[in-house]
């Protein structure tokens, strides 16, 4: 964040020698602001909520005041972890894909703390930064969060180990040959095309995730307990809770709808 913010106050001043600071082919100062916008935005993944709570203090604590200071504009910060409501994600994620270069700085949200809830279906194109802090329990999990960034522009991502831990330390140790081989390192999942529970699991995970995510932001609440389902099932505004909605949902969702299927 302070490269940048140094390179949006020295733009308009010296593009030349900011190109020559940064080691970047020559550039207008109209680029340089637009690179700025595209990385700008640091997406941080973490391995425990508690964690989430460490990098947020030491942001406040380390980082906030100095960039603050350099782009004369407070540094919006965003979590995205269990205990954030969906359709509060959904509406962080709505904005962030919706900022442009003309949205005010100080209003642009230029940071998200994650868990791992971030790994699948978040797919935002100004994730261009990302920062592992600590090395995610699987090698699959690694792979799968790092594909977060990178999607039109090339992405940036850097892994901070913990020293403590041994196993982040032999990957450091090894890093060039981990990463050469990091497709072979993906653990065996104990779920396959041949296990007969995975469709029923599967089909309880897909009802969940219509519950908290699709009905909760039609209807503008959260619906997380069974309480609240059943608080609000035949109620006008709720017919997307009736069994139709949901059955033809749960369909869609696993392709029984196309004629491929």
Not at 8 to 37: G, Q
Request: charge should be negative.
């Amino acid at each position: 964040h302070g490269v940048l913010e140094g390179l949006r106050r020295d733009a308009a001043i010296d593009s030349a020698e900011v190109c020559r600071r940064l080691r970047l082919p020559a550039a207008t100062s109209e680029d340089l602001l637009a690179l700025a916008f595209h990385y700008e935005l640091v997406l941080t993944y973490v391995l425990t909520r508690k964690g989430g709570d460490q990098v947020g203090e030491a942001i406040d604590t380390r980082v906030r005041s100095e960039v603050e200071d350099i782009g004369n504009a407070r540094l919006r910060m965003e979590s995205f972890n269990s205990s954030v409501d969906m359709p509060r994600m959904i509406n962080t994620m709505e904005e962030i894909e919706s900022s442009s270069q003309e949205t005010p700085l100080a209003d642009r949200i230029r940071g998200v703390v994650a868990t791992n809830i971030i790994s699948h279906g978040v797919d935002i194109d100004r994730f261009n930064v990302m920062v592992f802090a600590g090395l995610p329990r699987q090698f699959a999990e690694y792979i799968q969060a790092s594909a977060r960034v990178g999607r039109l522009l090339p992405g940036i991502s850097v892994l901070v180990v913990t020293p403590q831990a041994a196993r982040d330390r032999s990957v450091l140790d090894r890093f060039d040959k981990c990463h050469e081989y990091v497709d072979r390192l993906v653990e065996p999942v104990p779920i396959n095309r041949w296990s007969e529970p995975a469709l029923a699991l599967t089909l309880r995970g897909g009802i969940v995730a219509y519950l908290m995510g699709v009905v909760s932001a039609l209807v503008g609440r959260e619906l997380y307990l069974v309480r609240h389902v059943r608080e609000n099932f035949g109620q006008p505004g709720f017919e997307s809770l009736s069994e139709e909605s949901v059955l033809a949902w749960v369909r869609e969702a696993v392709g029984s709808t196309h004629p491929t299927a």
